[in-house]
């Protein structure tokens, strides 16, 4: 299949475009620049094409010319997830192009409201707009948060410090709350598989499609490091759901809401600390030890998503 992978030379469009690539099928890439993507894939796509801005008509039309397939992988930023993507998707539409992959591979949002969590409310009205407006049926996979930032402070399970040369593991919440993970890669390879062999998508009938590498709690990351490096590891939690949501309150009412990220962190503490996005059944996509791997492939948060 020939597909294109909007926002190809992100860390998830570069695990798409590798893992397409691999597997024998034909990658177009559509973004600002090719300047970013590694050497190794950017001479093995199909084709680029460029773009000043991501609404701009011209470029889209050019890149969905001829595909079987589109996959949305922007930057995770409210003006990309609806004014972009709807101008992506438009593209689609007139292209006739029928299996459209959605920005999604986050919690599930579907499991709460619109206002109760600013980050999600982009993609709760692209989704719903899309409804309303449009015969394409969107694919959405939902993967929990990405485990190359499980470590991070903005959006992890916990996070590592040093205290007086002693390892310690900071948490939120009770420290026994699983959430679930999943690796670029995998959600990749899933992605991927599902636009290109499941026959529902095929028949261009979407659908959503839960999603994790592994699930593991702060004290399991404890456990997980012990296990790994041999050593004792020192908790150290931080707050509770209580405390969390009032934070959030608080800096809803008081904070520029063009800033959420700067707050998101007390939200997402406290919902999978209280079980908010947690799914039943998801597809299990990861190895055995994707726990275990949690401490080597860690990379800070981008900082536009900051």
């Known amino acids: 299949m020939l597909i294109l992978i909007a926002g190809v030379s992100g860390n998830l469009g570069r695990a798409l475009a590798q893992y397409g690539l691999d597997h024998g099928h034909q990658i177009r890439g559509f973004g600002r620049s090719p300047t970013k993507l590694p050497s190794a894939i950017l001479t093995r796509l199909e084709s680029f094409v460029e773009c000043d801005y991501y609404e701009e008509r011209t470029a889209l039309d050019k890149a969905v010319s001829g595909v079987d397939a589109v996959i949305c992988s922007y930057v995770s930023h409210a003006d990309a997830i609806l004014e972009s993507q709807l101008a992506l ?142 050593k004792k590891i020192k908790l150290k939690p931080l707050g509770d759901s209580k405390y969390l949501k009032e934070q959030y309150a608080h800096a809803v009412a008081t904070i520029d809401h063009r800033k959420y990220f700067s707050y998101a962190n007390s939200y997402i503490q406290a919902a999978n600390d209280e079980g908010i996005w947690k799914v039943e059944n998801p597809t299990v996509v990861g190895s055995t030890d994707a726990v275990e791997r949690l401490f080597e492939g860690q990379i800070d948060i981008p900082k536009e998503y900051q």
């Open 89 to 230: 998707l438009r593209a689609v539409e007139r292209a006739g192009v029928k299996i459209y992959h959605a920005h999604s591979w986050n919690a599930n949002w579907n499991k709460i409201g619109f206002e109760e969590f600013e980050h999600y409310d982009a993609y709760k009205s692209f989704r719903r707009h899309v409804e309303l407006t449009s015969a394409i049926k969107p694919v959405y996979v939902f993967t929990g948060i990405f485990a190359e930032f499980a470590f991070s402070e903005i959006v992890g399970i916990a996070h590592l410090k040093e205290d007086a040369g002693e390892k310690v593991m900071a948490y939120w919440g009770s420290g026994h709350a699983k959430w679930d993970f999943t690796y670029f890669e995998d959600a990749a390879k899933f992605s991927i598989d599902l636009i290109t062999t499941n026959k529902s998508v095929l028949a261009g009938e979407g659908g959503d499609f839960d999603i994790r590498s592994a699930e593991a709690s702060a004290k399991d990351l404890a456990k997980a490091y012990e296990k790994v490096y041999g």
